[in-house]
């Protein structure tokens, strides 16, 4: 038996390892456990690979909300407004920016 020979019958007792691991459910994802990009599970039926799921829209609406309460800061500033409305812009951009930053960090578990 072949270094490569070897190494696909390794690839394939893992790939089963992992079918029986999830409990039977369909793995299209590459078996070799040594890749760095993430595995990919069965998709829902009405799930194109176009779909957008509801973190990517609520992340796009928060960069959204952080970048338009930093610009309306600044322009408050430019226009020297008063103190109560930069720091409530203020408040609107550190909590987005905070929010985004606790939702990536979740996502890492």
Do not use: K
């Not at 600044?74 to 930069?86: D, I, K, Q, R, Y």
């Amino acid at each position: 038996m072949t270094y490569q020979d070897h190494r696909e019958h390794r690839d394939q007792q893992e790939y089963r390892g992992d079918q029986e691991h999830r409990g039977g459910q369909e793995y299209r994802g590459h078996p070799d456990p040594y890749r760095l990009g993430t595995p990919r599970a069965a998709s829902a039926p009405g799930d194109g690979p176009g779909a957008v799921s509801r973190g990517d829209v609520l992340r796009t609406l928060l960069w959204a909300v952080v970048v338009l309460s930093a610009v309306a800061n600044m322009a408050l500033s430019f226009a020297g407004a008063a103190t109560p409305l930069h720091l409530a812009t203020g408040v609107v951009t550190v909590l987005a920016a905070g929010t985004l930053v606790v939702r990536a960090l979740r996502g890492r578990r």
